[in-house]
């Protein structure tokens, strides 16, 4: 289907323009762990890094409740965009 977007439909969300720094690699891929025993759909938000409970694995620009910004994803949607820091530490156990 073919979408048009005019004055009357809203802009199509876009990423922040940096990353927050406590998304990293790490981080999603133990959210990720988590999730396996867990009821939680772990997210988080893209623009603060804060924590959320409620994103389906897929979820994409859900409001975040900390910051307003319409920049919450679910975990597993981040691991497979790639939108997150790559562990630079070679030490570090992912
Ligand atoms: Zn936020």
Known sequence: MYIK????????????????????????????????????NP?????????????????EHYECEECGERQAFGAAFILCAGHYHKCTDPDTEV
């Open 5 to 40: 977007y005019g004055p009357d439909c809203a802009e199509p969300p876009v990423l922040p323009p940096v990353i927050h720094s406590s998304v990293t690699e790490q981080r999603v891929v133990q959210l990720m762990k988590d999730e396996l025993y867990s009821l939680d």
């Open 43 to 59: 997210g988080i938000c893209l623009a603060c890094g804060a924590y959320h409970s409620e994103c389906e694995p897929d979820a």
